[in-house]
């Protein structure tokens, strides 16, 4: 009979959020799958567990997946966990959890705190429906293309962001959706924990002057609904953003005059 893959949430800062059933769950598995094994060492030691740990992360997950699936098939029970949240959302643990399912084997939720629902309700932007996105591509082309899709998402959209990064994201954001409120929320659930809610350009000013520290979840409001048509001043406004985004003014003009009443030849005009 093949055992269980536990899918155990560990906290996000504050080793406190560790629910007594995960400790109990971590305990009682016969082995541990961890995205990174020095910091789940950590862990295990406050709570004084000791257990056999195997590396499972991004780069060697198809390797690592086969054989913990082999193990859970003979008998043994394993519980994944990543470096903070819930294994498997923005996270290679996805992959197991799928290989599990294909290969017949039971798994079992032991939740935990998660970054991306933690920052929206605390965050005070609108909550009844959002649109969680995750890390964006390093790829200049796939972020640029990803973004566009969101333009007009009327949805709260939620991304996770590296200190590092946070600024040319911030820039592309307002390339793409203009001046809209957002939120930034970072080291949540530790000392330093902060919701700034300001607007895209205020964030960009903000993060220009000062260093940004510690890993961001930034919210960012939907498109408004509008009954009223674009006008040619908008279109242009678009156009504009295309352009600061590396189109030439004829591409931008061309992609706007497609989606608006307004001519390509007016549109290319008023770039120039």
């Given at each position: ?9 560990t906290?996000i ?59 859970i ?24 959890v ?40 390093i ?65 960009i ?8 520290k ?21 279109a242009?406004e ?17 992609e ?17």
């Amino acid at each position: 009979m093949s055992g269980i893959l536990y899918v155990v949430g560990t906290p996000i800062g504050n080793l406190g959020d560790l629910s007594p059933r995960a400790v109990e769950t971590l305990e009682k598995v016969d082995f541990i799958a961890a995205e990174d094994t020095r910091v789940t060492l950590k862990l295990l030691n406050h709570f004084d567990i000791k257990k056999e740990m195997i590396s499972y992360f991004e780069h060697n997950k198809r390797e690592r997946g086969e054989i913990i699936v082999s193990r859970i098939m003979q008998g043994e029970n394993c519980a994944i966990v990543t470096d903070a949240g819930m294994p498997a959302i923005s996270d290679p643990g996805e992959d197991l959890v799928f290989l599990c399912h294909e290969n017949g084997i039971k798994v079992e939720a032991v939740p935990g705190p998660t970054a991306f629902a933690t920052a929206l309700a605390i965050s005070g932007m609108n909550t009844g429906r959002f649109t969680f996105e995750g890390f964006l591509s390093i790829s200049k082309k796939s972020r640029r293309e990803r973004l566009e899709s969101l333009e007009n998402e009327e949805r709260t959209m939620i991304f996770y962001e590296a200190p590092h990064k946070l600024l040319a994201t911030l820039e592309d954001f307002y390339k793409t959706f203009g001046n809209r409120n957002i939120a930034l929320v970072r080291e949540i659930t530790k000392i330093h924990e902060e919701v700034i809610k300001t607007t895209i350009s205020q964030a960009i000013e903000k993060y220009t002057a000062e260093k940004p520290k510690g890993e961001f979840v930034v919210i960012i409001e939907g498109a408004k609904k509008s009954d009223e048509e674009i006008t040619f001043e908008q279109a242009v406004e678009k156009a504009k953003r295309l352009v600061e985004s590396g189109l030439s003014v004829n591409a931008a003009a061309k992609e706007i005059s497609a989606i608006t009443p307004f001519k390509k030849s007016d549109i290319y005009k008023k770039l120039l």
